[in-house]
């Protein structure tokens, strides 16, 4: 069946580039979704990604997808404190299957 | 703000008792999604429901049931619960039935304690 994998927790300092891991088993995914877990808030969508695509740009975020590979990934630039969240990635297929998330990344942003 | 609302925020309750969640989507969404989110299993899908009927169903309990009203809004009824209920729940909508490019947006959940 459909499974994502993350790794459970990442620290960077301040000012350093984070880098989120994500693979995923389905090949049939045709959209890739990061979306952001702020503490005793609900999950807010960062950016996502079509299968037919190799890399996203948006501002201090990059997205880049090795679809052989079934691996995604999320580059944050210049890492704030701010930045400091639960980071979910997400696959959706097609049909009438809704989103598969992973358990997501903790990011702890160290000043 | 997404535009979703969830009440209660906080949900304390006995063993073997029942609650009611409440989910109110976006202005304009049809679909309603609801998850749990706990530490072990991360975010469960549990139901989906678009324009008051179901659509997807995934690892939702027996005890535990959904409907969508005619006004949109969705409840999530669980019952007998247990101590392993205790959780986050998400609420979610978005305008397609449950298309590939759907883009969901989520409420703050309802935190469930059960004692």
């Known amino acids: 069946g459909e499974d994502v994998e993350q790794s459970l927790f990442l620290s960077v300092r301040e000012g350093d580039s984070s880098v989120i891991n994500c693979t995923y088993t389905?090949?049939?995914?045709?959209?890739l979704y990061w979306y952001k877990q702020e503490p005793g808030a609900g999950l807010q969508l960062l950016t996502y990604?079509?299968?037919?695509?190799d890399m996203k740009q948006d501002q201090r975020l990059t997205v880049l997808l090795n679809k052989k590979d079934k691996h995604l990934s999320l580059r944050i630039a210049d890492t704030q404190t701010g930045d400091s969240a639960i980071y979910f990635c997400a696959e959706g297929t097609s049909g009438n299957t809704p989103l598969v998330f992973g358990k997501g990344t903790r990011l702890s942003v160290i000043a | 703000d997404s535009g979703v609302t969830q009440t209660p925020k906080h949900l304390i309750t006995a063993t073997g008792q029942r609650v009611t969640l409440r989910c109110s989507p976006r202005?304009?969404?049809?679909?309603v999604y609801w998850y749990q989110q706990s530490l072990d299993q991360g975010l469960q899908f549990l139901i989906q429901y678009y324009n008051g009927e179901e659509r997807a169903k995934g690892n939702i309990l027996e005890r535990f049931s959904a409907q969508q009203f005619p006004d949109l809004h969705s409840e999530l009824n669980l019952s007998s619960l247990e101590l392993g209920d205790s959780a986050l729940y998400f609420c979610a909508s978005s305008g397609l039935v449950a298309a590939t490019n759907e883009k969901l947006f989520f409420g703050s959940g309802t935190q469930l304690s059960v004692l």
């Open positions: 202005s304009g969404d049809l679909s």
């Open positions: 389905d090949s049939s995914s045709t959209y």
């Open positions: 990604i079509f299968s037919n695509m």
